[in-house]
Structures are given as C-alpha cells and as structure tokens.
C-alpha cells in the first residue's frame, strides 16, 4: 500500500490550531460569563384596599416574594490572586413585561445594579450603581426582604438602590467582615448635596454614606448597619426617606431552626413640625425546615414613631402612630429552581400611622388596619 508523506503545511497548520486550541482553553480557565435570573408571579389580595380604606382588592402578583429579574456577571483572573468582575442586573414585573423603579427612572435599562471593580487579597472594590448599603437587612429578614417583611413598617427605608457608587468590602477576618459605601450626589458646588430629578421620575437624594460590619462562625450571625441618606438639600428632613438609620441584629441557626432578631433606628433631625422626626422598629421571627422541601416561616414587626402620643413631651413633632405586622408563610420546593410559596399576613395601624400591608403603598386612612396575602410560584435560572 502506498504510503503519504505527511505535508509539511498540514503539520504547521495543526501545530498552529494545537497552540490556538491551547490559548482558548487558558482563555476560558480565566474568564467566566453568567446569564442568571428568576421569575415570580402569582396571585395578591388586600383588605382594605380602597381610596377610603374600603373593599378587597384582587390583583396579579409579581414581585411579592422575591424580585423578578435578570442578570450578567464575569470575572476574569488578573494572575496574583487578583480579578477584574462587572454585574450587570436589571428587575421586572413578571405579569406586566415592563421593567421595576428604584432610585432612578424606572426606564433605566440595569434599574437594580450595575457596577465593575477589582479584587483580591485586599478585598473588592466597586464603582456603578449598586443596592444601597442597608440592603444587608435581608440577612436580619426571616421572609428575606418579602412584601411582607422588614420593609413595611419604615416605607421602604431600609431597601433603596444606589448611583454613583464606591464601594469597599474587606476580606473574611476570622469570621469578621467590614463593608463600606459612599453615593456620590454630584451637586456642582457641594459634596452633601445632590440633584432633584423627582420631578422626571428619579431621585431626590443627596449623597448617601453607609457601613456594615458583620460576623459569622458556628451558626451565628450578627450584623450592625449604620448609614445616612440626606435629601436633594444635603438635609435629614423625612425620618421615611431621608433620615439616619441604624441598624442591629442577628440570626442563629441549630439544626433546622433558625431564629431572627433586629432592631432598626430612623433619625431625621431636619423634618418639618407635624411630622414624625424619629421611630423604632423592632422584629422576631423563625425558618422552620418540616422537611428539605417544605419550609415554616413566621415574624412579628412592630414600628413606634416619636413614641406614638400626639404631643410628646420628648418630640418636636407630636407623634407618627405605631403599628404591628404578623406575618406567616409555607415555602414549597419543587427543585433546587423552582418553589411555591403562600404567605399571609395583618398590619395593625393606631394613632396617625397608616401603614400598608405590603412594601410600596400605604393605606392613607390614620389607625386603618389591612389582611392580606399572596401565594404563587419563584423560578430561578
């Protein structure tokens, strides 16, 4: 049989697609993009739920248990233990197609982070938009930051975004960690204040300034939040918005129990006369796992505003009402990836309080209280 001799260009072209081949694969050992999301939609009711605190309201349910979204990360290895990584995340509503406000319009295209930076041994360091400091409550959170959950009784407070960010966090000392965020205002002239864009849909927030120390070891968990968020003005004048918040807390975890504690302190020391210029809100609350699919969750919330007595004697503003939120839910895992969940809950409103039921809204009826709840379905991909 006759023999080929093997072509001297054939032999250059597979040493050249073996090094091409070679340089791809080290390419994609150091670099790493992921598309990641969920979706959840389900089915809302609400007592109470009128203009005048009258009716039941029906409604799609989509962002209840969990924010529906979308996301893009990457990393990639700069050698020495150092990375470069970016995220990319953008939320919506899952029964309408269009896309969640937070801080900015809700046209942005990436509404909830946005960010790229550099890491290593030192820690990460992040430059973009990014979840407001505060936003480490979910881990104080037994619903994990639901409808119903931490961010009720203070009118979302403790759960907005953040523009313009710098943002640090340190590496694992022992169990200790240390995270620390600025949001720069870029007001000409001021470094406190910030642009008005209220009026266009977007944020009337000055600069904001935040720092969250946390510990973990053996099933515990404790975390201290402090952060400021001023106004437009460089001021503290809404304890609901633009205020001075701290925040305590811990979980601690045995066997299939977990216990959740917090306490959260709102300040604004440049509110108008009448209006509420301090408030405390404390929760307790439990994960129960029946089984690895079948999940207990239980809290009770209770918010004081200037100690809930018109007139007080230690308040500028007379008081802002108190309220108590109870709250109890069933989570059902199909999967890893997809769940069911049903969650129930009653706000009770007193004084000039008028806290909804759920996150976003409020009744606008002093002393009115709201039942309500949500079940439906949460699938990550």
Not at 121 to 132: A, M
Not at 300 to 323: E, I, Y
Request: with cysteine.
């Amino acid at each position: 049989m006759k023999q080929v001799k093997p072509s001297f260009i054939g032999a250059k072209t597979l040493c050249a697609l073996a090094l091409l081949g070679a340089f791809s694969a080290q390419a994609q050992a150091q670099t790493s993009v992921t598309i990641y999301g969920r979706i959840v939609a389900g089915v809302d009711f609400q007592t109470n739920a009128g203009p005048n605190g009258q009716g039941t309201k029906w409604s799609a349910a989509n962002n209840q248990w969990g924010t529906s979204m979308i996301g893009f990360k990457g990393t990639e290895d700069l050698g020495g233990g150092n990375n470069a990584f970016f995220l990319l995340e953008s939320g919506f509503n899952s029964t309408k197609g269009g896309v969640n406000g937070t801080d900015t319009s809700s046209s942005a295209l990436f509404n909830r982070r946005s960010y790229v930076g550099l890491g290593g041994s030192y820690g990460s360091v992040k430059l973009g938009k990014n979840l407001f400091i505060n936003n480490d409550i979910w881990f104080l959170d037994p619903t994990g930051q639901q409808a119903i959950g931490t961010s009720v009784l203070v009118n979302q407070r403790n759960w907005p975004g953040a523009s313009n960010v710098i943002e640090y966090a340190s590496p694992d000392f022992g169990g200790f960690t240390v995270g620390l965020q600025t949001s720069l205002g870029e007001k000409p002239g001021s470094f406190s204040q910030g642009v008005d864009n209220s009026a266009a849909g977007g944020s009337s927030d000055g600069r904001k300034d935040g720092i969250s120390l946390a510990y973990q070891k053996n099933g515990l968990e404790l975390r201290a939040i402090y952060d400021v968020v001023r106004d437009a003005n460089g001021k503290y004048t809404n304890v609901w918005a633009h205020s001075k918040e701290l925040i305590l807390g811990g979980t601690y975890k045995f066997d299939k129990l977990k216990m959740f504690v917090g306490y959260e302190n709102l300040r604004a020391p440049d509110a108008t006369a009448g209006d509420p210029d301090r408030a405390n809100h404390y929760w307790i609350g439990a994960n129960y796992d029946v089984t690895p699919q079948f999940q207990l969750v239980g809290a009770f919330f209770r918010v004081n505003a200037n100690n809930g007595t018109a007139g007080a004697a230690d308040s500028k503003s007379g008081g802002g009402g108190s309220a108590n939120l109870y709250m109890a839910g069933i989570n059902y895992f199909l999967s890893k990836r997809t769940m069911l969940y049903v969650d129930v809950g009653t706000v009770r409103n007193s004084g000039n309080a008028s806290h909804a039921l759920e996150w976003g809204s409020n009744t606008g009826v002093s002393g009115l209280s709201q039942t309500g709840g949500y079940f439906g379905i949460a699938h990550s991909f």
